[in-house]
């Protein structure tokens, strides 16, 4: 039988795992006092193990910090505890992409971060290259899949998703360019967006029929800069760029993190919502699989000219194919 994590252990590993996580710039104790609202030398003493942390505190730290508890009570488990964030009515665009700003601002300030992105469909980052395709890829979400009452009633423009929602963007892709990733692609993985274009287009819900065009060439203006970045295996801010050509219609959209030697996985679902987990067995399992579905796969960052043109080729000539029907 599988030992379980012993009950004074369990305080120790809370707070290694905490430490993993915070700059080498940020004090542990100050931070703690801070959370908890207590003083720095009633921090030290939970650092310490003197003071056991309560329920209470332990709730107060995870709402602040990507901190996992099933990772320490029981990392060997095939119970898997997940956090869940969604976009909904309680948690908006803004908040969510005010989380997403966080976990990327953790994944650069830590030591060798380490990305892979098993990607369905565009990574979101990408998208966040054309503050256009944004909008576009915001409005849809928020009106089709959220089904937001503000925007039931409104024809898609340039100006429907607010300024500052695309300044965050910006920020997110930004550091998205600076963090070393390793993305896997299929030749499939624009169908998904064209499909929205296309219905939007059939729905007449564009305030005017001329952005499409413009949406579109913002699209392959993005694939690409996304092949440019691949040519030379590095995004535009300095991040390091392995990109990989799957056969195989890839099933979902997950992301294998190590931050600190730390893993984390994340899996995205209902287009917008997100599940995470940093449970040893799980993280195991699915760096395993990314692995090997690096190893069935076909580099195209740097290397294999002839074969990343094709792949590039093959996405730009559906793009094209969409303009063509429908502008």
Known sequence: MEAETEPHNVQA????????????TVSLADELAETLNISRDSAYR?????????????NRIFKHYPISIDSIISPKSNSVLIHHQAVDFNHSLKEWLSSLIQKLVLVKSSTNPELIFSAKDIPVFHYFRSPLLTAFKFFVWLKSVI?????ENMLFDADAIHKEILYGSQKAWQLYASIPTTEIWSDEIIIGTLKQIQFYYQCAYFNDNTIVKEILDALLGVIQEVR???SIGEKSAGGGFEL??????????????KMNNQSRVYINYNTMDLL?????????????YMKNLINSSSRISTTAEKERNRFFSKIESKIEACKLSIV
């Open 13 to 24: 590993l809370f707070i290694e795992q905490l430490r993993t996580i915070m700059p080498s």
């Open 147 to 151: 089904r937001d009452p503000q925007y």
């Open 46 to 58: 939970r650092i310490r193990g003197e003071t056991p942390l309560s329920l209470d505190e332990v």
């Open 276 to 288: 995470s987990s940093q449970q040893e067995s799980f993280c195991e399992r699915t760096e395993a």
């Open 228 to 230: 440019q970045d691949a």
């Open 244 to 257: 990989y050509c799957n056969e195989i219609l890839i099933p979902d959209n997950t992301i294998f993190g």
